[in-house]
């Protein structure tokens, strides 16, 4: 009990009222993921603030708020396209508490009636991920370009507002997988570099066509293997330059200049 309740002033109990009011209308609250389920695509929440309750001699002791369980969790998303990223125990998000009972529409989608009056209410919140404290603030923010990547920073792709210059970067490998064509177009050169084996391989052919020269060399030697025809047709010169051997294998091999 407020001992505010006790005083012989309509005003202060008026003031009292309105504070009891306001405590239970919940607005937002920052939180942390306990648990996520990809399937439903919501999770349960420690709301990272504690709450108070008056023991019965009228103290006041902070205690956790109960946990949130099914909150909706949000991924950017329109026009058939969303963008996720995994959601992982001690991730901090926000929780946004609706004005209304949200229910209806979580289960069926649409336009719903509220299944329950409950206005601002605990069980109403939705979890925005991605807000840091600063005990788990990520550091190196490229102030100057967009970039999605890893909170260690090593695996990005940065893109570059100002030159347009896109830059993907990762101590790992790259894979990309297609069920179709794949086509790199550019105005300028297409520059590929390993320091390991670089290989080109295709299961019905490999074709390199340029109206200008070509040239394929290697410091330890080159080696061409087919298991068709190797057929190379050149309207100017041909040269091969190598410090090491050169090997060319296949059941048949044309040059044509």
Known sequence: MDSRERWDDPEEALRVAMDGLKSGLWTSLPGIVQSFNANAVTATVQIA?????????GKAQFV??????DVPVHFPRGGNCTLTFPVTKGDEC???????????????????PPAEPRIH????GFAFVGFFSQATKI??????SAQLRSNDGQA??????FTHVITLNTPSKVAVVTGGDATVTAQGNINASATGTATISGTAGVNI?????????????????????????INGSLSATA???????????HLNG
């Open 94 to 112: 926000l929780v946004v508490f609706a004005a209304r009972c949200i229910d209806g529409w979580w289960q069926s989608g649409g336009v719903q």
């Open 49 to 57: 603030i504690k709450g108070v309750v008056h023991t019965p001699d």
């Open 139 to 144: 550091s190196n923010i490229s102030t100057t």
């Open 64 to 69: 956790n708020m109960p946990l949130l369980v």
């Open 243 to 253: 410090t090491g051997p050169v090997s060319l294998n296949a059941p048949n091999i």
């Open 121 to 124: 209410d605990l069980s109403d």
């Open 209 to 233: 066509n340029s109206p200008a020269a070509v040239t394929i060399s290697g410091s330890t030697g080159v080696s061409i293997t087919t298991q068709g025809n190797a057929t190379a047709n």
């Open 156 to 161: 990005y792709i940065d893109l570059n507002p």
